[in-house]
């Protein structure tokens, strides 16, 4: 699984890089980059510090792409697109939305492609046939909370629905108020990065 998230302001000109959800044996660093291996020698993380002088300025969550792929190949010798096999943020479907007696939560059934999971949602805007982003088991988010299952008020839940804020989205078209409501038309299943990159260049 392959997270990329980058803001120039509030993540002070840091591009980040999460690879795994595993806590690192060994850290790194060199010139502009810090990374994290694990004990078998895979990157784990990588932070690249003043990333505007050595690539675009995007902002918010990334697709892996051709630059910053490029930058690092050249500068630490991995390439990570031999990780970008899966993906953290895929695009779902709610199923069923239930709400949860005597809270303002609810509990959906959220169909992702291969599996339909279970997750628990306080979204005021949250609704049965929305088109919505998943953030999956093990995603770590870009304020560095990693996904874990949980169990809310007694009833399970398996990732997370994801709102524009905790994507570092907000100045884009998506709502801010609640979770993002996506496109009726697209797959389910699919990576949101490719919804979000095309969306950019609206």
Not at 56 to 81: F, Q, W
Request: aromatic share 8%; charged share 20%.
């Amino acid at each position: 699984m392959l997270a990329i998230f980058y803001n120039k302001t509030s993540l002070k000109d840091t591009l980040i890089i999460q690879i795994d959800a595993e806590i690192p044996s060994k850290i790194i660093q060199k010139n502009n980059f810090t990374y994290g291996l694990s004990p078998n020698g895979d990157p784990i993380f990588i932070n690249v510090f003043h990333f505007s002088k050595l690539g675009d300025e995007p902002n918010g969550y990334l697709a892996l792409d051709d630059t910053i792929n490029a930058v690092i190949k050249k500068n630490l010798d991995i390439d990570l697109s031999i990780y970008n096999e899966g993906s953290p943020f895929v695009i779902g479907h709610v199923v069923e939305c239930q709400e949860i007696p005597n809270s303002h939560l609810h509990e959906c059934k959220v169909n992702v492609g291969n599996e339909t999971l279970s997750i628990v949602c306080g979204a005021k805007n949250i609704r049965k046939d929305l088109n919505v982003v998943v953030a999956k088991i093990g995603t770590i988010m870009p304020n560095g909370l990693i996904i874990k299952k949980n169990k809310i008020l007694g009833k399970e839940s398996y990732g997370m629905i994801c709102s524009a804020r905790e994507l570092n989205l907000s100045k884009y078209s998506y709502n801010t108020d609640g979770i993002i409501e996506l496109d009726k038309n697209l797959v389910i299943g699919d990576r949101f990065s490719s919804v979000f990159v095309n969306s950019r260049k609206e």
